[in-house]
């Protein structure tokens, strides 16, 4: 409880601070508060204790007997004016914003809402006049937690950029329907960091898994009308406690610190196996949503202060109805201890931010240098992890790919478009139209190459020649995310499927840039026409892999997109908590040329250190060809001139990556099979070797003598590719790359 002791100094930072007698200090940030109470629950009893110390915009108090596990949480009293943005009312008990566990996982309640609300949680009046009801026993509650945890000499991996390959994954999608994970752990994070997880992901060659949300969260109210959940995640409700939901049962009941516990052994564990783990963190928006929201946590202790107000109404580049306010040095402080306390506490290696260019927003708009930016970027234990900004928002002038500064990598929006256009969006409309002018390789190039048109925008014109400010590891290449269709609907529909979200078809995007081969939706292969257009579709996806993971920067796959997992056509899954979400293991077997496929690929990568340079590739020198330089050629081994780049007839690019060992790449959108002359550049000892063919189910893995180039009257190399296709050739002494194969 609050113990009075007039001459203490105000506690350097908000939230409960105590040692292990359970003695400290409680503060919370609330400047237009009237008066904060400390409300502390044993079993069904709450007492409340007045902070009878204000400092500033502090509010706090000496503090004893918060042993861990004790439950608290904040009732405010103060002005009640929704129109101004101002919403205390003592009956909702709040959420501390830095509290390390909570005491439950909650569906949302009537009684969180701090104005009346009926059964479908709508206001019961437009006068919105506060709730009479206390929220107490039904809320969710803040737990005091111990901070100790045998972490077993834990060592994180640190991969460099050049070497990370990203796996893109929900905790409980990756193993609810993982059959070598026990019964109990699927779906959970001790299934995550289970042997059958991390056999897989290394198997494949991912160094780091970046995980959707695991912050606790709450649903947001037209979802609990529709009787569905916010299955992502993105909906945050405290930004230090992990989301109880996500953990064992056993741990569940066992209360937050057990909770916590199973999150760092997951972290443990996957660092054991030399994975990475970076945590993808909701700072744009919380689950009080706008102006028609629940009382949770900071809305009620001050909404003027946390979120973004213009003259009493929120302010929504997020798209859920508000913004937190990233020029508030609090909503900074906020954001700065629960970035530390999970690098600290935690052990994770890294952040991916969900909508950061609305955590870099000011009075004038975007600045690449803000001071939240600049906070993170310079923070001592922050900076050397891997930052990842999602760079955009839905507000005006919100799409800044290529806009953030170092130390910061991006999705790169850029590149999932141009390798869709180029494998699908194209072929989809010379399909339709009939016309082969539609098309091009210019785009595809500039992706393949590490997108530097984008990444380099914001050099200062002064540097040293060939000098960047950033490295081609700042693009994060994608071709599916958590939003959107997956790989193997990419290939299978032309349209959305939403039915299941309950809007009509009115959420998700239309821009898919997808194709469905000829066919809508699953095919029958036991037809001719079923089983061809099947087939076109798994050579689609092997060679938009092969594209993905032989580009210059950091790749990113969609957990599931190697087992060519569906969603049956639904591009907005975020509410589906169901078998449309998760990853269907059993496709394994059938799916096997897909996983080989990438496989090789990032063994590929491995072995040819080019695949993966810091620098931007720059034009080769014939005379002198180095690592990090990149030669393009066209369908008869010829350079490319200006005009060729513009010429939208064009549908067959090579890729030549040297090295000690070349790796020349084929790329063929072209619609039939076509010949392809391979470039007369000077080869290094050894013969000319097909290492990967798309084409092929197997995924034309090793060496086939039948698909080696074959030598022209002319001295030059041809080689048959076949439609819409990818062959990788490695030049000089390949000796011992299939053993070395994971």
Known sequence: MPEHVPSASAPVSPGLHVGQDGSGTFAVVAPRAQAVDLCIRRGRTETRHRLRRVDGPLHWDRVTGMTPGTEYGIRVYGRWDPEAGHFANPEMLLLDPYARGVSHASPLLTSMFPYEVDSMLEPVSAELAPSPFDSGPTAVWSVHLDGSFDWQEDRAPRTPWEDTVLYEAHVKGLTALHPRVPSAQRG????????????????????????????????????????????????????????????????????????????????????????????????????????????LSLRGLDAAEYY???????????????????????????????????????????FRFDLATALARDDGGFRADHPLLRAISTDPVLRGLKLIAEPWDVGSYGWRTGGFLPPFAEWNDAFRDGVRGYWLAQPRERERSGDPAIGGVRDLATRLAGSSD????????????????????????????????????????DDKHNEANGEDGRDGTEANRSWNHGHEGPVDPGTA??????????????????????????????????????QQGNNNAYCQD???????????????????????????????????TRAFPRPADPADLREDQVAWFGREGEELSHEDWFDPRRHVLQMLRPGPEHVLVVISGADRDLEVTLPAQPWPTGTPRIVLDTSREDGGTGSDPMSRPVRGKDGRQRLQVPARSVVVIVIGDTSGVEERLP
């Open 188 to 295: 959970t994070y001790a299934g995550l960091g289970h042997r059958a997880v991390t056999d897989h992901l290394r198997s494949l060659g991912v160094t780091a898994i970046e995980l959707m949300p695991i912050h606790a969260a709450m649903d947001e109210p037209h979802l609990t009308r529709l009787g569905l959940t916010n299955y992502w995640g993105y909906s945050t409700l405290s930004f230090l406690a992990p989301n109880p939901a996500l953990a064992t049962a056993a741990a569940q009941r066992a209360g937050a610190q057990a909770v916590l516990d199973e999150v760092r052994t997951m972290v443990r564990s996957l660092h054991a196996a030399g994975i990475e783990v970076i945590l993808d963190v909701v700072y744009n928006h919380t689950a009080e949503g706008g102006a028609l929201g629940p009382s």
């Open 308 to 350: 973004w107000l213009s003259e009493g109404s929120f302010l929504d580049v997020t798209g859920t109805g508000g913004t937190l306010d990233p020029r508030s040095v609090h909503v900074m402080d906020l954001i700065l201890a629960s970035l530390r306390y999970w690098a600290q506490e935690v052990h994770v290696d890294g």
């Open 454 to 493: 984008l990444f380099t925008r914001q050099d200062p014109s002064d540097l040293p020649a060939g000098r960047t400010l950033r490295s081609a590891w700042a693009s994060v290449n994608y071709l599916t995310a958590h939003d959107g269709f997956t790989l193997a609907d990419l290939t299978s529909y």
């Open 529 to 566: 026409d079923g089983a061809r257009i099947a087939a076109q579709r798994r050579r689609t996806r092997r060679s938009m892999l092969a594209t993905l993971l032989l580009a210059s920067g950091t790749p990113m796959i969609t957990a599931g997109d190697e087992l060519s997992r569906t």
């Open 578 to 612: 169901n078998e449309i979400s998760w990853v269907d293991w059993s496709l394994a077997e059938s799916e096997e040329s897909c996983i080989a496929t990438v496989r090789t690929l990032l063994a590929l990568r491995r072995e040819h250190p080019q695949l993966r």
